[in-house]
Every structure is written in structure tokens, then in C-alpha cells.
């Protein structure tokens, strides 16, 4: 036992000087005895590549590939028919079924409306929220929200709506990346109940009015 330790010793004495100590400046590659990942080949982003014709590194995507959480139904995420040649006229049932049904799809749409929607739109999307309300009073009345109950909206198709509110218009910026495409739907949906409550509002008015 004696002398199996005093061989371990020496083993350790001659392999010390190889092996190095934390700390110690050398200019030997330094011994990796399990290498695994240690040293790996790889490109850069952007790189340059001669393994590929192009050139190219960083691989385009295959054509007509789908993302695991992309939208199969391209109606659903464009808001436009099949062929592209139009506007959906109506919030997509798919959605509305995955939302539980029109009044929990309505539901998420108040609370996402309120907000995404309610700080430059209002509300009651009268166009007078905050940020609107601020920005007139700095004189900058073109910047203000439009309110969703102009005549122009109220008869926008359901898609065309649904498109504004992912891509954006004039100042307002795309949500695509904030709000998912269903929420969006949700929003649109709830837009529709604020003009048809708002409009039934002002006929009560009007007849009011006339009273």
C-alpha cells in the first residue's frame, strides 16, 4: 500500500509541471482531456460560407414551410378571402370557436381594446383618449386618433379592420408583434359592439330630441 501511494506521488510530481496551476501564465494549448463542445466548428452570423453556392451562412427558409406556431389558414392572418381579391366581410368562425364563442371572444376584446386601443381611441373609442387628448392640446390635432365611430370605419369589413390593426395605418404602428392574431380578432369584434352601442345611444338621443 505504501509503495502504491508513493507511486501516485510521483505520477502526481511529473504530471504537475504538464498540467499547470490557476493562474499560471503559458503559452501551451491548454489540455481538454474530455473535449465535447470545448472546441466546436461553427459560423458567425453573417458569415461568409463556402460550403454553400451562395455564399450564404445564414439559410433562407424553405419555400411554403409553416412555423409550428404560424397560422395555417392565411384568411385568418391576412384578414382577406382565399384568392387575396377582397376583405372578409365577417370575424372568421374558427376564431370564434376557439375563443370559446362570441362572448368570451368579446370579452378578451374588451380587456385587449382597453389596453392596446383605449389610450389614444378611448374608451368608447370617440377618439378622445389620453395620448389624443394630450396631443391636440399641444396643437398637433392631426396626430389625434380618429374615433372608430366615424361612418368610414363602421362600414370597413371585419378583415380590412382586423389588417389595420396588424399592420398598422398613417400613426398608428403594427401590433402584429404585441397582440396575437386571435386578440386581434377579439379587438375587432369588440369595436363592432362599441359602434352598434354607440349608435343605438345617439338614436335614442335624436328621438329624444325630437320629443
Known amino acids: ?22 493562474g499560471q501564465v503559458s503559452e501551451e494549448p491548454p489540455i481538454v482531456p474530455i473535449r465535447n463542445m470545448y472546441d466546436q466548428p461553427r459560423y458567425d452570423p453573417q458569415e461568409r460560407s463556402e460550403f454553400f453556392e451562395d455564399g450564404r451562412t445564414m439559410r433562407p427558409l424553405v419555400e411554403g414551410a409553416v412555423a409550428r406556431e404560424m397560422e395555417v389558414d392565411p384568411t385568418l392572418s391576412s384578414g ?25 371572444l368579446l370579452a378578451r376584446g374588451h380587456e385587449r381594446h382597453d389596453i392596446f386601443c383605449a389610450p389614444c381611441h ?16 399641444l396643437g398637433f390635432s392631426a396626430l389625434a386618433a380618429p ?28 401590433y402584429a408583434h404585441s397582440i396575437p392574431q386571435d386578440d386581434r380578432w377579439a379587438i375587432v369584434a369588440y369595436v363592432r359592439a362599441l359602434q ?16
Open 147 to 174: 374615433t372608430l365611430h366615424d361612418d368610414r370605419i363602421r362600414h370597413m369589413p371585419d378583415g380590412q379592420l382586423y389588417a389595420t390593426i396588424t399592420n398598422g395605418i398613417r400613426n398608428m404602428p403594427a
Open 80 to 104: 382577406r378571402t382565399e384568392d387575396g381579391s377582397a376583405w372578409l366581410l365577417e370575424i372568421p368562425g374558427p376564431v370564434i370557436e376557439r375563443k370559446g364563442g362570441m362572448e368570451a
Open 1 to 22: 500500500m505504501t509503495r502504491l501511494l508513493t507511486l501516485m506521488g510521483i505520477l502526481t510530481a511529473l504530471a504537475a509541471p504538464a498540467l499547470g496551476c490557476r
Open 196 to 211: 352598434i352601442s354607440q349608435a343605438s345611444r345617439q338614436t335614442a338621443m335624436n328621438v329624444e330630441g325630437l320629443q
Open 122 to 137: 378611448g374608451l368608447a373609442g370617440d377618439g378622445q383618449g389620453l395620448v389624443s387628448t394630450r396631443v391636440q392640446q
